[in-house]
């Protein structure tokens, strides 16, 4: 197919990337490691760790789950916040020949129970503030292994201690738990460093993350990202972000480049861009624990020469509406990245005014590892649009009947490219349902492209509700408020939110006439994360259905539309 896109790339972006260019991640980070072994990588609570650090750590860390009786290719769970504890033991995990599994701290039991058993995670590593929630599961899970972590781990003896102190009696946030049998973080890197890391046999095609979604379809599975899936996006990110790093607009080029870590790196979109990235740019991360507290981020912030900030659109509404952010620096800023939902353009112009650095809209999924299109960096204002494939990307616009359509007309947007998933992790049935016979991914996403291969989402062909950048699969919070007592049946939307961008509203038909609004909250509070639980709740007299009985979703919303 004709790539019209490419006559509109930036200067000095190439329409391909070289894929193969290593033979898997450790080869990448290895570099990184060797190459900038003096300097700072990572910066977390005032601490702060050189690539030769890391590479010393992550061999140790790597080294002592091989001691645990793991063998190459099996998974390890990694349950942690944006602290440093988390690049060490990802790059440990991949190092030492093993998959990472990237677990939301903020699950439930019932989640991650679920996630555990489908991975078949034989380790996992949980910080102690959400140890609780592992202990409830754990005898019901594969895990065998468990690394616990604390937030003064690595801030030594004194500082450690301190921190450790106000998390656990001043502000209270580790509940009560028992997991005798975990091995503390320290003590496994201590154990680490008497060892020899046997080097990884991972190639190119082998899995090298499990990145769970709800797909198309709501069941939560895990893409196969393999080691080649994610080089080509790091490289096709590093190819696509190089013209502002080559002659910014500061006119100023910056020795290192320092990235703002505030989106989870548990979210792929931040694994890829704060982490991989990171490294393979030989940059800098600053680690903000909880992005969610907007002064606390801002006073992380101060003092720290930012040229790269990805965030959600949610993230840069709320630090616009803080006081405090002007009080920050931002007059180096080259990239501010926006992704896992739509950049609204009032905050779009709110940022370029306050920063003089536009919002740059991408697009992609945890499928794809996860970027498949974004808007050049060279841009000067909001387009509206997730802009243009990527190098080494194919979109395609296509109807039902999987025929492509002419520039302008709406259909399913196809991606193929090097960084599209191996597939579902051991779910052929539901690979089966989004790609092709002719190797196209589908989205599930609606969108129309221009002729200059510009693409804008129209719609969603999935019922997927987006809050702060976060999926929530209607199917998983309906089965779970269809599960509590007094509920005959239940459908769920997503509502339009300022601060979230959109909020989950479910609507419910009683079976017992005494249900209350409480008792619904209460039940979700105890079985959904805290982004998947609905802010609205209607009770109705019946659901607009189908002939069949399917539940009419659209037709909610149109009445819910209708109603504001």
Not at 188 to 216: F, I, N
Not at 298 to 316: C, S
Request: a neutral charge.
């Amino acid at each position: 197919m004709d790539r019209v896109w490419l006559k509109h790339y930036p200067k000095g972006v190439p329409a391909d990337i070289d894929p193969d260019r290593y033979v898997s991640l450790v080869q990448l980070m290895e570099e990184a490691f060797a190459t900038h072994a003096a300097r700072p990588a990572f910066t977390g609570l005032g601490k702060t760790i050189t690539y030769r650090d890391l590479d010393l750590a992550s061999r140790a860390f790597g080294a002592f789950l091989q001691s645990e009786d793991l063998a190459p290719g099996d998974r390890v769970a990694v349950m942690l916040p944006n602290v440093l504890q988390y690049p060490i033991a990802a790059a440990g995990i991949i190092r030492a020949g093993f998959v990472l599994v990237n677990v939301n701290p903020l699950y439930t039991p019932r989640e991650l129970e679920h996630q555990l058993k489908d991975s078949g995670a034989k380790a996992i590593v949980v910080l102690e503030n959400f140890a609780s929630t592992l202990e409830q599961v754990l005898a019901r899970t594969p895990v065998k292994h468990v690394v616990l972590a604390t937030m003064g781990d690595l801030l030594g003896p004194l500082k450690g201690t301190l921190v450790n102190w106000v998390v656990r009696k001043r502000r209270k946030l580790v509940p009560d738990y028992s997991l005798p049998e975990a091995t503390g973080f320290n003590d496994a890197l201590a154990k680490g460093r008497r060892l020899a890391l046997t080097p990884s046999p991972a190639r190119a095609g082998d899995p090298a993350v499990l990145q769970y979604t709800g797909g198309t379809t709501g069941v939560s599975k895990g893409a196969t990202l393999t080691h080649r899936n994610l080089i080509a996006n790091v490289l096709q990110s590093e190819a696509w972000t190089q013209p502002a790093l080559d002659h910014p607009r500061t006119g100023r080029v910056p020795e290192q480049v320092n990235t703002a870590v505030a989106l989870p790196l548990y979210h792929i979109f931040a694994f890829k861009v704060c982490f991989l990235l990171v490294l393979r740019l030989g940059g800098r991360g600053l680690l903000i624990p909880n992005p969610r507290d907007i002064p606390g981020t801002i006073k992380a912030l101060k003092g720290f020469r930012l040229h790269v900030f990805p965030a959600v659109n949610t993230l840069y509404n709320a630090l616009l509406n803080d006081p405090g952010f002007a009080q920050l620096d931002t007059s180096e800023l080259l990239v501010s990245n926006g992704g896992g939902m739509a950049v609204q353009r009032a905050v779009a112009e709110r940022w370029l005014a306050a920063t003089g650095c536009p919002i740059v809209e991408g697009y992609g999924l945890s499928e794809t590892s996860p970027v498949l299109t974004c808007n050049p960096v060279d841009n000067t204002e909001y387009t509206g649009t997730i802009g243009l494939p990527l190098p080494s990307t194919w979109i395609t616009i296509r109807d039902e009947a999987g025929r492509d359509l002419p520039f302008g007309e709406p259909g399913e947007i196809c991606a193929k490219g090097p960084q599209v998933m191996a597939g579902y992790w051991q779910r052929a049935e539901e690979t089966a349902k989004v790609m092709t016979a002719d190797g196209w991914f589908r989205t599930g996403d609606i969108g129309v492209m221009d002729e200059r291969g510009y693409v804008r989402i129209v719609d969603r062909k999935k019922d997927m509700v987006i809050v702060s950048g976060f999926n929530v699969y209607p199917n998983e919070v309906e089965d779970v408020i269809a599960s509590c007592p007094g509920v005959l049946e239940c459908a769920v939307i997503g509502v339009p939110d300022e601060k979230s961008g959109e909020a989950v509203k479910a609507f419910i038909v009683k079976k017992d006439p005494a249900l209350t609004e409480a008792q619904v909250r209460d039940w979700c509070e105890k079985n959904l994360a805290g982004y998947k639980k609905p802010r609205h709740i209607v009770f109705r007299a019946d659901l607009p259905k189908t002939p069949v009985g399917k539940i009419l979703r659209r037709e909610l919303r149109d009445l819910d539309h209708k109603t504001r």
